[in-house]
């Protein structure tokens, strides 16, 4: 694999042990001996036009093993960090040269024309040019059985610890939920009493009032988070990490 560093890498790898059991693994097998046996000998001329439609994709059989990664993986990894896995043809840039130069590279080495590639990047990425500096990204080669091969990485500063916790409420419905929720929850822990329940002296910290005010502040905050999603075109990284549609970051 041609990259500057291995951090997508790893990062995907770890995705891979959480996801991959062993009954997964046998039916990715399983998906590979009978996609393999459309191209037996007898089978050729019966599936011609699939057979000339896999010079577009690498054969998984001819590349390392390790750097494969299922689209499930990928999906994982682009909700966590709040990424973009992208069809290169949606792309209004231009592909960089280092990105052009592989593909030639990998066309003649396994004889092939290939045509399916994607990038694993920030949206923000996205709407710029490639070829800046601190432009981070993973760039996927489609195989022939509907999984991507990890070909280049560099950067990667889309992947450290404080976007991951930064973009942790944007997951999905549930992590937003929890979010607002505790929100909600410190707000009402650091109210005082005197501000929960006006003229009622000597209450316990843990009262009915405290908890009505819980209530209130967690409908409130949860009116105020669904106002702005709205207003500003947030969508839920579940929802957008295999979309191009344009939004704020």
Same mark, same amino acid.
């Given at each position: ?6 951090? =997508? ?17 046998? !039916?990715?097998?399983?998906?590979? &001996? ?28 001819? &590349? ?14 682009? &909700? ?5 896995? &992208? ?46 500096k601190g432009f981070s990204y993973a #760039?996927? =080669? ?22 991951? $916790? ?23 822990? !650091?109210?005082?009493?005197?501000? =929960? ?8 910290? #843990? ?9 209130? !502040?967690? $409908? ?11 207003? #500003? ?17």
């Amino acid at each position: 694999m041609c990259a500057k560093n291995k951090l =997508i890498y790893s990062a995907l790898s770890k995705e891979r042990s959480k996801l991959r059991n062993n009954g997964e693994k046998i !039916i990715l097998n399983v998906h590979s &001996i009978l996609n393999n046996d459309l191209y037996s000998t007898q089978k050729v001329l019966s599936n011609l036009e699939s057979y000339n439609k896999n010079n577009e994709f690498l054969d998984e059989e001819l &590349i390392e093993t390790e750097n494969i990664f299922t689209q499930a993986e990928i999906k994982a990894l682009a &909700i966590k960090y709040r990424l973009r896995f &992208i069809d290169t043809k949606n792309l209004k840039q231009e592909l960089p040269f280092e990105i052009s130069d592989l593909i030639s590279q990998f066309n003649d080495k396994y004889g092939k024309d290939l045509k399916h590639y994607k990038m694993l990047s920030s949206y923000k990425n996205f709407k710029s040019s490639m070829n800046k500096k601190g432009f981070s990204y993973a #760039f996927f =080669i489609q195989t022939n059985h509907s999984n991507f091969y990890l070909a280049y990485e560099v950067n990667a500063s889309d992947f450290s610890t404080y976007r991951k $916790i930064k973009m942790w409420p944007m997951r999905n419905f549930e992590t937003l939920f929890l979010s607002v929720f505790l929100f909600s929850l410190i707000i009402t822990s !650091i109210l005082p009493n005197q501000l =929960i329940a006006l003229n009622v002296p000597n209450l316990p910290y #843990f009262n009915g009032f405290r908890f009505g005010a819980f209530f209130h !502040i967690l $409908i409130f905050n949860l009116g105020v988070t669904i106002f702005l999603a709205f207003s #500003f075109g947030k969508n839920l990284s579940s929802g957008v990490w295999n979309s191009y549609k344009s939004e704020f970051e």
